[in-house]
Each structure stands twice: as structure tokens, then as C-alpha cells.
């Protein structure tokens, strides 16, 4: 007998809206509206899309030295980083491969208790990993609250005419605010290259919080085949394709989430493999891949060169909606990751010619 998906507080107005239900992570999530992954996709970059997230691990850590210790299982610069920020990281292992890659917000300014939010499919791990490692600070997971991402350039003006003041806040920066009586973590930051919000909720309110939002006429209910569309992309890495145990974050492209303290200090499990990386260069590289014809290429698709040599393998690729072609990411040898490089993408045993674009596919349009 296999366990059912769980539902999510939204799992009612899901099914209420017509979304097409899939298991997902353990979870019962719609994959798309009747109105379809493409027109879902189109009005998250033009209007407003509203994501349930509320799958993903949401904890807060906190106990003396909090910031500190936590760095001892991450690349990330967490005492550098100001009261109520967001840092992007990833907890790595010993060889330097990524088991997750989280969001942690500073919530006091002594450093000594985070917010995390992981991934759904790595949260048991995730949290087991921080009680074994960090056994003498409290974890606190948040079963009780649902987790929702409004996204896209109309996201501020529709959220601000029920939480006044949460337009003026900074990208990657977070505060509470009160909804009728109830405090909301709001965030400004997201997973599709939008500007938008994360905001955490009391489970028993996410459904009168979401159909509050889905009233305004910039906000339309999305669901993952959009998410996952729109990320791809914005260039953006999903955990367990396109980044894993057997991937560093130097080959992954994700330079930009260590600190030079933290690449000269290391002090986190890897940090030797990623401080040679660093030095010495990788034996594989991340690099985008924008497809010539219409056919698109997806994840274990080889990747070839102009000899027809195998310099790399597909982790993620799928049609663009915003460009009206099929783009991919994948990792190739060092030599083909320029951009401009002429590849190809084997499908079904026939050469898709390919190109090395830089991410993102699409501008990103944080607030900034």
C-alpha cells in the first residue's frame, strides 16, 4: 500500500479553481488551471500569479551563536548579513556535493535565530541534519503554516490594498505584518525572475488570505507547470536535477552565493573541493542552451559537440513560453561553456542544434 499525497491547506480551493492535480513531493499540488501552463506562464510576467509553496519546509532556528553555527553546514555568510535579510545557500556535504539549497532571514540582530525555508522533497533530511549537527540549538518547524509566492510586475500594487506598507519593502528583505489579527512573514523574493512575495500564514487562514488575493483583477491562481517554467527560465537551479549530492556549487554556477570570507575561511563540510574549484577551475560547468528548432530537449539528454564527442548531459529544458522557443541547462566540459558555443542536444538518437546563451534566458526583474 502506497501513502496517499497530503494535502495542502489550499488543497480545497485547488480543486474548487479546476486545477489538475499531480503528486508532487509527498503533496497533492495542481500542475496547472483550465486556463492552461502557457497562459499561466504569460500572466505571471505580465500581471500577478499566485503560488501555493506550502509544501516547502519552513523552520526557524535559534539558540546562542545561531548565525555562526549554522555556517558550519553552509558556504553562505550568515553573520554578515543584516537583521531581517534573506541569504540564499546550500547545505553541502563532505565532498563538497549540495544536499539542499535553502533561503535563511536573519531575524534578530544579536544573530541568534534564523528563518529557513527548504525544499519539500529534502525537509525530513534537512531538519534531521540540522538537529544532528547543531544538537544544541532549537529548531522549530513550522507545520502549522502555509506558504504562498505572489509573483510578477502587478505583485506590489495588488498585495499593498491589504497590507499597507509591504510595497516600500527591499528585495530579498523581510518583515511581519498584520492581516486581520493574524502575522504574516512576508518576503520579497520568489523563484520565478519576477518581482514578488513570499508570504507565510497560519494554516487555518491561507484559503481566505488566497481567495482575498485571487479577487484582485491582476492575481490568477498558477500552478507548477508554470513555476517550473518560469525558474527555468530565469536560470534558476532546481534541487535533485539540475543541482545534487555529486554537484558542487562552483560547478553549479552559484559562486555568487559565497562571501570572500566564507571562500577564504571555508569552515563548512567541502569547502576544500570548493576552494580548489574556486582556484583551479571545474571539470564541468552549468551553462544555458538555447535550442535552434522547435522540437524541445529534456532532462538525460546527452549533449555534443561540433565533432559529435559527448561533452555533457541535460539536467532541465522545456518549451519558453516568453520566447517561443525551447530553451535547456545542463553541464558541459569547461571548453563548450563559452557563450555563443555550438552544440548539440541528442534526442531520441537526433542532433538538436543548440547554443550557449548566458542566464537568465529572460531578464530578471527583481525590485531593486
Known amino acids: 500500500m502506497t501513502d496517499l499525497p497530503s494535502p495542502t491547506p ?4 485547488h ?3 479546476g486545477g489538475r492535480m499531480v503528486p508532487f513531493a509527498g503533496y497533492d499540488l495542481p500542475v496547472n488551471y ?3 501552463i502557457i497562459a499561466e506562464h504569460l500572466w505571471t510576467r505580465e500581471n500577478a500569479g ?3 509553496v506550502s509544501h516547502m519546509g519552513q523552520a526557524v532556528l535559534s539558540g546562542p551563536a545561531a548565525a555562526q553555527r549554522l555556517e558550519s553546514l553552509l558556504p553562505g555568510d550568515l553573520q554578515a548579513l543584516p537583521l531581517r535579510r534573506i541569504r540564499y545557500s546550500q547545505f553541502t556535504n563532505e565532498d563538497g556535493g549540495i544536499l539542499d539549497d535553502l533561503m535563511a532571514t536573519r531575524l534578530d540582530a544579536a544573530g541568534e535565530k534564523l528563518f529557513l ?4 522533497a529534502c525537509k525530513g533530511q534537512d531538519f534531521a541534519h540540522l538537529q544532528a549537527n547543531l544538537p544544541d540549538l532549537r529548531l522549530d518547524i513550522l507545520h502549522d503554516r502555509a506558504l504562498l509566492a505572489l509573483q510578477g510586475p502587478k505583485a506590489a500594487q495588488a498585495l499593498e490594498r491589504h497590507i499597507a506598507g509591504v510595497s516600500a519593502l527591499a528585495f530579498m528583505a523581510q518583515q511581519d505584518f498584520i492581516w486581520r489579527g493574524e502575522t504574516l512573514f512576508v518576503s520579497r523574493s520568489g523563484y520565478t525572475g519576477e518581482d514578488g512575495f513570499e508570504i507565510s500564514i497560519a494554516a487555518d487562514f491561507a484559503s481566505d488570505f488566497a481567495e482575498t488575493l485571487l479577487a484582485e483583477e491582476e492575481v490568477q491562481a498558477i500552478g507548477l507547470g508554470a513555476r517550473d517554467s518560469l525558474r527555468l527560465e530565469a536560470g534558476l537551479c532546481l534541487y535533485g536535477h539540475d543541482i545534487d549530492t555529486t554537484t558542487s ?3 553549479a554556477g552559484l559562486n555568487w552565493s559565497i562571501s570572500k570570507r566564507r571562500r577564504a575561511e571555508g569552515g563548512f563540510p567541502g569547502a576544500a573541493r570548493v576552494q580548489k574549484e574556486l582556484a583551479e577551475g571545474v571539470a564541468r560547468l552549468r551553462v544555458g542552451l538555447v535550442l535552434d528548432g522547435k522540437a524541445p530537449a529534456r532532462e ?3 549533449i555534443a559537440d561540433e565533432s559529435g564527442a559527448i561533452v555533457g548531459r541535460v539536467t532541465s529544458g522545456g518549451f519558453a513560453p516568453s520566447l517561443s ?5 545542463g553541464y558541459v566540459a569547461p571548453r563548450c561553456a563559452a557563450p555563443g558555443t555550438a552544440l548539440s542536444l541528442i534526442v531520441r538518437g537526433k542532433p538538436l542544434r543548440a547554443r550557449v546563451t548566458a542566464f537568465p534566458f529572460v531578464p530578471n526583474r527583481y525590485h531593486r
Open 50 to 52: 499566485l503560488f501555493d
Open 117 to 120: 525555508v527548504v525544499n519539500a
Open 249 to 251: 556549487p562552483i560547478e
Open 10 to 13: 489550499l488543497h480545497a480551493l
Open 15 to 17: 480543486l474548487g479553481l
Open 34 to 36: 483550465p486556463a492552461g
Open 325 to 329: 522557443k525551447p530553451i535547456a541547462m
Open 300 to 302: 538525460g539528454a546527452d
